[in-house]
């Protein structure tokens, strides 16, 4: 073994105090850099199924001028339903579509009253489309009665309860206020907040009839085969229904919801500076530690230029310390992260222990599972051996460019 | 809620409608028609201009909050100044069909407009679109004379408005009760389009000023907002007054 990295492995082993507390840190900003890069990850992956499971599905078309307008959901223009859901469903690609009215509406409690969406929905469509109808504690209003599933957070804060009757007052097509009494005959306890708190479910046709639009949607929801590119099936769909003589519009999800995705970037970008002060603390931990070691072994390194070791030779030694601390660093950092990410991955982290049901801006809520990237893995793995050399790099240059004569002095 | 109520309360309403039909039919050929009963309420209420004070009472379950103001009002424009210390400097400026708010601490002023206008004028309940409504009612709605019916001591036509096909309209339908000697409404109810009862205004004061008979004290009850009630009381009130016409203006109410 050459001389250099005997004597590295050597004084590492003689100062083991000082070495398991550098590379303890460093394992730990490696270990730390997996999991909050795993559950960041996991946040934007869940927020992106939470909405397209529950509220937006893959694509959404709408009828001409609908797009603009959609902040205020109003209920023209609409789509008429018979003549387009089987036209949609019959384009290559596209694995399920339903029809939704969406309108703004308040329910009334007491002397309370609180806003809410109305979704008008045909049950058996929707559950083929989204997932809504898999997370009903009851059972989905029947079409045609007076009957609606409502969030369970609403239901909660409410006291409300499956067989309980509530008031809806919205608006017609031609504004007057339309009041509906429902029976409540499901809650709807989603992974996605929004849904659980703000929307309440009635079949479509009992809400059209009430809203004086029978028979029209303000979206069909499509889902797409696996595999299928968003755009691209967008444009397919487009042509299709303009072929078949129906002006429609169509949006992916990244279209419709630009809000969610402007946020996810920035996320991105705010990930990043995590991880840069994770790094930053890490680098000015070894730092310190190779400045102190220098200046601790000053007369060792004197003796060490009075038998005629280089200045490089010196500096060679120095990182080749840091680097072994580093390789041990990333060693334990990838054993330990990579098991908390596997708890991470398959038992999840509940956040709302953290936030409750505060609105952080991302349609998530209760347990947020980690996810596998090796990508991360190599970046802290590199990132820790990078540190660490250039932690020690200039430490090690002054320790090495003293005067052997002074430092041996006493 | 329960339904047994619901359907007691509907029942009752169709009852009473029944019998305000039968009497109507009866009275119908010996008086007005229900188009000249509007005609004589339009006619005692068409003012030119105002300017009076009014405190509006809010109740909302054992709550009660009381708001003073100062309101001038000339043909589709008025102007609403609020003087309790709550809300002192607080301003409404009704400009046609478009309504704006200014709030003195922010100094800002803000539109009301789109799912806002649903929302109860200062907390009450009346609505903001209650306050905005320009049109006459005849432009509205078509109105059938349903009969005579003792209402607060006095005798009451009993009309009927259904939506004009067409003509957009916050309340589809409303049932008034008209003072039979001075063409005042004493009562008003307010429907859904599917037939329920939203809101309830009842006129316990009228005063005649300068030969008109006008309620000074209206209680608006909100139906659907259980033991919520807003009672106006009007004072100080006068008619067809000089108001300058910059009165009306987006910068007059920063001022």
């Not at chain 1, 009828?63 to 089987?86: H, K, Q, S, T, W």
């Not at chain 1, 708190?197 to 479509?204: A, D, S």
Request: include cysteine; proline fraction near 4%; aromatic fraction near 6%.
């Amino acid at each position: 073994m050459p001389l250099l990295i005997r004597l590295a492995v050597r004084n590492l082993w003689r100062n083991r105090r000082r070495t398991i507390l550098t590379f303890g840190a460093v394992a730990l900003g490696i270990v730390y850099l997996i999991l909050v890069d795993s559950l960041l990850r996991g946040l934007t992956q869940s927020s992106i199924d939470n909405l397209l499971d529950f509220e937006s599905g893959d694509l959404q078309i709408h009828a001409p001028g609908y797009f603009d307008e959609r902040e205020d959901l109003p209920l023209e223009p609409a789509l008429p339903v018979d003549r387009l859901i089987n036209e949609v469903r019959a384009v290559a690609g596209v694995r399920a579509a339903a029809p939704r009215l969406v309108a703004p509406a308040r329910l009334h409690a007491g002397w309370e009253e609180f806003p809410v969406v109305l979704v008008g929905i045909e049950p058996e469509l929707d559950s083929g489309t989204l997932r809504i109808m898999d997370y009903v504690e009851g059972r989905a209003p029947e079409n045609g009665a007076a009957e609606a599933m409502i969030g369970a957070s609403l239901a909660e804060l409410l006291e409300i309860g499956t067989g309980d009757w509530v008031v809806l007052t919205t608006r017609t097509r031609d504004g007057a206020i339309q009041a509906l009494d429902v029976r409540v005959t499901g809650l709807v306890r989603t992974p996605n907040p929004n849904v659980n708190r703000n929307h309440v479910y009635l079949p479509l046709n009992t809400l059209g009839e009430s809203l004086a639009v029978p028979g029209e949607a303000t979206v069909i929801v499509v889902r797409a085969g696996a595999g299928e590119s968003l755009k691209e099936l967008a444009r397919r769909v487009g042509e299709h229904l303009a072929a078949a003589g129906t002006a429609a519009d169509v949006y992916t999800w990244e279209q419709s919801n630009a809000e969610l995705v402007a946020l996810i970037r920035t996320e991105t970008v705010s990930d990043g500076l995590v991880i840069a002060i994770i790094l930053a603390i890490s680098l000015v931990g070894i730092a310190n530690t190779t400045l102190l070691s220098a200046l601790e072994r000053r007369r060792e390194i004197g003796t060490m230029k009075a038998l005629g070791m280089r200045e490089g030779e010196i500096v060679g030694l120095f990182l080749l310390e840091a680097v072994a601390t580093g390789l041990l660093a990333v060693g334990t950092g990838f054993a330990v992260g990579a098991a908390a990410n596997a708890y991470l991955v398959a038992v999840g982290m509940d956040i709302s222990a953290f936030f409750g049901d505060l609105d952080v801006g991302y349609p998530v809520t209760g347990v947020v599972y980690g996810v596998w990237h090796p990508q991360t893995f190599v970046l802290a793995g590199a990132a820790g051996l990078v540190t660490c050399a250039l932690a020690a790099y200039l430490p090690a240059r002054r320790a090495a460019r003293q005067d052997a004569a002074a430092t041996l002095r006493p | 809620m329960r339904r047994s109520g619901l359907q007691n309360r509907q029942a009752l309403a169709w009852l009473s409608c029944l019998l305000v039909v039968l009497s109507g039919q009866a009275l119908a050929a010996a008086g007005l028609t229900a188009e000249e009963i509007i005609a004589r309420v339009d006619a005692n209420s068409d003012v030119q201009s105002s300017h009076g004070y009014s405190t509006m009472v809010i109740r909302t379950g054992r709550r009660e909050l009381t708001k003073e103001m100062e309101i001038w009002s000339s043909g589709d424009n008025a102007l609403v100044s609020f003087h309790n210390p709550a809300d002192r400097g607080t301003k409404y400026l009704k400009l046609g069909n478009e309504l704006w708010m200014y709030f003195p601490d922010a100094d800002d002023l803000v539109k009301i407009s789109g799912h806002m206008l649903r929302q109860g004028f200062m907390g009450s309940d009346f609505s903001y679109e209650d306050t905005l409504e320009n049109r006459r009612l005849t432009d509205l709605y078509e109105f059938s004379l349903l009969g005579v019916e003792e209402c607060d001591e006095s005798e009451c036509y009993v009309l009927e408005a259904t939506a004009r096909p067409g003509v957009e309209v916050t309340y589809a339908r409303r049932r008034m009760w008209i003072d039979r000697e001075l063409f005042v409404p004493r009562r008003e109810e307010l429907y859904a389009a599917g037939g329920r009862l939203l809101k309830v205004s009842r006129v316990e004061r009228i005063e005649e000023i300068d030969g008109r008979f006008i309620p000074t004290q209206v209680t608006m009850e909100d139906v659907l907002r259980q033991g919520s009630s807003t009672t106006l009381f009007v004072s100080d009130l006068e008619l067809d007054v000089e108001i300058p016409d910059d009165l009306f203006s987006l910068r007059s109410l920063m001022r």
